[in-house]
């Protein structure tokens, strides 16, 4: 595919979301690379934006769809035709982890005519090995898959590894993201509260926003409010993230969330030196390996999030080690090294 100007097709941050933040990123890996990038932004939901992709749809010849559910399963049937020309080429990442479970629940008619569209595109790049598994599956080899992990920008200065000795200060801890009920958190203030006790040896505090209308957000600060030594500290700037992270020891990630992916949060905290503290869900282990970046815990389980919190107390020569092994894991989501991956893929021949 060379440097052929391409059109970019999903979510573009700002606003901050998971999926747009990503594309954000690789818009800009690939203009770093020298290829012109025209993007048709879904999160500007208006008829201009409808009649863009129709005139990106006649004119362009090479796509790069990066969404979720609805643009992806909205686009294919259009870009199919187009894609089917050998002189057009196409490539798609699938936000989020929910893909191939989409696929199964179609109806069989309905999932056949899908693959074939899907497979118009020159390869399809989740994020994570074990999603290329259940993929392969479906798609039976009419595709060509590989992992394009999430990226963040990544400082170039290491992380302030302070020495946490388990005594002279609580351990720090921190939660960055979307809060809704299956984040987990209410697992982590319950937790906190556990090890705590009648002492101070863990602090948390607590980053992010709530959708409209969710029932949880007042649930979930009368918890918080409620729990000593923890703290809702309200949304952070995209920018201000990795510096943020920089202050604590352990970045928890508690989720049980069904369409959990690969968070770029974590590629935040891996960026940040921090500890990881995350629930053996979805695809956590293929990117937490469990002992070497932090630990791993059972899903919904205040007390194993409990004894987790306890082993990093009891064993403070952990969090170091750690931290450190995470700034490490942090190089291989950068936006130059994920750019590459992809320009591996834009150059190929499928």
């Avoid at 170039?156 to 993201?177: C, H, K, M, S």
């Amino acid at each position: 595919m060379g440097t052929r100007p391409i059109v970019g097709i999903g979510p573009l941050s700002p606003p901050i979301t998971g999926p747009g933040l990503k594309n954000k990123y690789i818009k800009q890996g690939l203009e770093n690379a020298g290829i012109p990038v025209t993007w048709v932004n879904t999160l500007n939901r208006s008829p201009a934006t409808v009649v863009d992709l129709v005139r990106q749809y006649r004119t362009a010849d090479r796509f790069l769809v990066s969404a979720s559910t609805k643009v992806r399963f909205g686009t294919a049937p259009l870009l199919a035709r187009r894609l089917s020309s050998p002189d057009v080429d196409g490539i798609l990442l699938p936000a989020g982890g929910a893909f191939a479970t989409e696929l199964q629940d179609l109806p069989a008619w309905l999932r056949r005519r899908y693959l074939g569209w899907f497979c118009q595109f020159d390869c399809i790049l989740p994020q994570s090995d074990e999603l290329v598994d259940e993929l392969s599956d479906l798609f039976e080899g009419g595709v060509c898959l590989s992992t394009l992990p999430n990226l963040r920008p990544v400082p170039d200065d290491p992380p302030n590894f302070e020495p946490f000795v388990g005594t002279e200060r609580p351990l720090r801890i921190a939660y960055v993201g979307r809060i809704k009920e299956t984040k987990g958190l209410h697992y982590l203030l319950d937790a906190v509260t556990q090890v705590n006790g009648s002492s101070d040896r863990v602090e948390l505090d607590v980053f992010g926003h709530f959708l409209d209308g969710d029932d949880y957000k007042p649930r979930f600060l009368r918890q918080c409010e409620s729990t000593p030594n923890a703290s809702f500290r309200g949304k952070l700037d995209n920018e201000q993230v990795i510096p943020q992270l920089r202050e604590y020891d352990v970045f928890a990630f508690p989720t049980y969330y069904p369409g959990e992916g690969f968070p770029g949060v974590l590629v935040e905290a891996f960026a940040a030196g921090c500890a990881i503290l995350a629930t053996d869900w979805n695809y956590n282990s293929e990117l937490i390996t469990d002992g070497t970046e932090g630990l791993l815990c059972q899903p919904e389980s205040v007390t194993d999030l409990q004894d987790k919190i306890e082993l990093l107390l009891d064993e403070p020569e952990r969090v170091e080690q750690y931290r450190r092994n995470s700034w490490q894991k942090a190089q291989n989501y950068s936006v130059t090294s994920v750019t590459n991956e992809l320009l591996s893929h834009l150059q190929a021949d499928h």
